[in-house]
């Protein structure tokens, strides 16, 4: 059975929008709208200030690193894959190369972008680029003054396995631990 995508056409009117709060990392909007429903309405919109970039390293071995790091807005210790922020005007496979170094000390000879996501499309326009890195050489790890970071070096198998048991919950790593299982990477 074969389903038809349907008409993808905005139906939401836009009448004005104004900043209520900037800062370097996020800018929040409120837009007075018209609805699909064709009703008056207000949409907030968090727009984020960095495209987020996620790396997974992959060495001959088909072991993967994790970072270990306490998450602020969520009150909870968190283990991830390598992610950073990409500021505009960085290329997104400068920012990968360089969270890679900086996270886990680790230098790439290849960089291959796997997949795009889309965060949380209720509210914010928060997305991602995630990337495989191959081809490791392993180094010192040189964090910003900022983080803490405990870095563990496992099976991608086993990190598949801690997805599963909600071990891990970070939505970048969840997602591509998930399509590398999908696309027998293990």
């Not at 997949?115 to 790890?141: C, K, P």
């Amino acid at each position: 059975m074969t389903s038809k995508l349907t008409d993808e056409s905005n139906p939401w009117l836009v009448h004005s929008s104004q900043e209520i709060y900037a800062n370097a990392w996020i800018r929040v909007r409120e837009d007075k709208v018209t609805t699909p429903a064709n009703t008056p309405g207000i949409y907030s919109v968090v727009e984020f200030q960095n495209l987020a970039v996620g790396i997974v390293p992959i060495d001959q071995h088909g072991n993967t690193w994790l970072v270990g790091q306490w998450r602020y807005p969520l009150e909870s210790y968190s283990w991830e894959i390598i992610e950073g922020g990409c500021p505009k005007g960085e290329k997104p496979e400068d920012c990968a190369l360089r969270e890679l170094k900086e996270e886990a000390g680790l230098v790439a000879d290849k960089l291959q972008p796997f997949m795009e996501l889309s965060l949380s499309n209720s509210s914010t326009d928060d997305t991602a680029v995630v990337y495989v890195a191959t081809g490791l050489t392993e180094g010192e790890a040189e964090p910003e003054e900022t983080e803490q970071l405990q870095l563990t070096k496992m099976p991608l198998s086993q990190v598949y396995e801690l997805v599963l048991a909600g071990k891990i919950h970070d939505a970048i790593s969840v997602a591509a631990i998930l399509k590398l299982k999908a696309l027998g990477y293990f």
